[in-house]
C-alpha cells in the first residue's frame, strides 16, 4: 500500500495536457494530487509524427496561466513536449510514468486503485479519481486477419524509414491523409485505402487539395469505397465497391482508422455507460460518474464522440472537479467561447 497525506487524497490517470490541467486545479485548491500514466507524460503527443506542426495556436494549448512559447505561429510537437514537461516541473506536480491504472474501486474508506508498475502491481488509495486517459492507446481496430503482424501499424511516426517501399494507408481523415502524403515526399509508394467514397469535410482545408491532386496525377493510388479483407506479409487484400477483391504489394500497412477510449476499464470501475454511444453517466456540473468519488475529465466524457473534447475546451475540466460554483461558471463560459472560435 502506497503511503499517501492524511488530507483528501487525489489520484488523476493521465498526464496529457488534460490531466495535467486537472493537476494544477487541484494544486490551487490545497490538494496535492498524484498524476500516473501508462506512458510517458503527454503520451499522445509523443506518438504524434516527428515534426508534426499543430492546427491551433498556441494560446489555446496554454494550461495554468503558463504561456507556450514557439518559433513560428503555431507550435510543433517538439515544443508542446518542452512545454507541459515545463508545467510539470515548474508547478511541482508529482507524476509516477509507465503505471498503468487497471482497475479501481470504491470502498468506504475511498477508492482503491490497483495500478501496474514496472516493479508489479500496486494498490493505492484515494479520495477521488480523476480519469483523463483519452483515447490514444486504444486504436480501433479492422478485426482482420493479419493486423497484428510485424509490419502493420496504428500509429504513424515518421516517413524516412519507409524510403522505396511499397506502403498502405488505411483511412481517409487527416491523420491517414497527412502520413500518405508524408510518405509519398519521403520517397513511399503510397497506396491509400479508404472505405467512404470521397474524403469527409472534416480534412483540413490544406490537404485536400494536395492529396486530391497528387491522387489525379497517379502520385498517390487511391482505393476508395473499399473494405480491408485480410493482411499478408508482404500484401493487403481490399475488397472493392463491386465487391471484387485486390490484393495489393505492402512491405507497410498504416492502420490509421481513429481510437477510443478504454470502455472497458470504465466498466470495471463500474461506470455506467450508453449502450449505443458508450457515454458515461455523470454529473455536468462536476462530471463526478455514478461511482462515488470517480471523476472523468477531457474527450472520455463523451463516449465515442471523442473529438467533441480536445484540448482547447477539455483543458477546462479541472475547474469543473475541483472548484466552486463560480470556478464552474467560469469555466463554462471559456468552454463555450472555444467552441464559438471553431463553430462548434
Not at 9 to 18: D, H
Not at 48 to 63: N, V
Not at 268 to 293: K, Y
Not at 326 to 343: H, I, K
Amino acid at each position: 500500500m502506497t503511503a499517501l497525506p492524511t488530507r483528501q487524497t487525489v489520484v488523476i490517470a493521465g498526464a496529457g495536457p488534460i490531466g495535467l490541467a486537472c493537476a494544477i486545479s487541484a494544486r490551487r485548491h490545497g490538494l496535492d494530487p498524484l498524476v500516473i500514466d501508462a506512458g510517458a507524460v503527454c503520451n499522445a503527443i509523443v506518438h504524434y509524427p516527428i515534426g508534426m506542426t499543430f492546427f491551433t495556436t498556441p494560446e489555446r494549448l496554454e494550461i495554468g496561466g503558463h504561456p507556450l512559447a514557439c518559433g513560428g505561429a503555431k507550435p510543433t510537437r517538439e515544443e508542446v513536449l518542452m512545454y507541459y514537461r515545463g508545467i510539470v516541473r515548474n508547478e511541482g506536480i508529482r507524476v509516477r510514468t509507465y503505471t498503468r491504472l487497471r482497475n479501481a474501486a470504491r470502498h468506504a474508506d475511498g477508492v482503491h486503485c490497483s495500478v501496474a508498475t514496472r516493479l508489479g502491481e500496486e494498490t493505492v488509495r484515494c479520495d477521488r479519481l480523476v480519469l483523463a486517459t483519452g483515447y490514444f492507446d486504444h486504436p480501433n481496430r479492422l478485426d482482420v486477419s493479419g493486423e497484428d503482424l510485424p509490419h502493420v501499424s496504428h500509429y504513424f511516426r515518421e516517413a524516412h524509414p519507409d524510403y522505396g517501399l511499397d506502403a498502405v494507408v488505411i483511412g481517409g481523415k487527416n491523420s491517414a491523409v497527412e502520413a500518405a502524403l508524408a510518405l509519398f515526399r519521403a520517397g513511399a509508394r503510397v497506396t491509400l485505402v479508404y472505405r467512404g467514397t470521397a474524403f469527409p469535410r472534416s480534412v483540413k482545408y490544406w490537404l485536400r487539395p494536395d492529396i486530391e491532386n497528387r491522387i489525379k496525377a497517379c502520385e498517390i493510388q487511391a482505393r476508395l469505397g473499399a473494405t480491408i479483407v485480410r493482411i499478408e506479409p508482404r500484401h493487403i487484400v481490399i475488397r472493392n465497391a463491386q465487391g471484387e477483391e485486390e490484393s495489393l504489394p505492402a512491405d507497410r500497412v498504416y492502420a490509421l482508422t481513429g481510437f477510443q477510449p478504454d470502455f472497458a476499464l470504465f466498466e470495471r470501475i463500474g461506470i455506467a455507460l450508453d449502450r449505443e454511444s458508450r457515454r458515461p453517466a455523470l454529473d455536468p456540473e462536476t462530471f463526478e460518474t455514478n461511482v462515488p468519488g470517480v471523476h472523468l475529465a477531457g474527450s472520455v466524457t463523451r463516449g465515442r464522440a471523442t473529438s467533441d473534447i480536445f484540448i482547447e475546451n477539455g483543458r477546462f475540466d479541472g475547474e469543473k472537479i475541483f472548484g466552486d460554483a463560480e470556478d464552474r461558471e467560469r469555466a463554462r463560459r471559456l468552454y463555450a467561447e472555444v467552441n464559438r472560435q471553431y463553430g462548434e
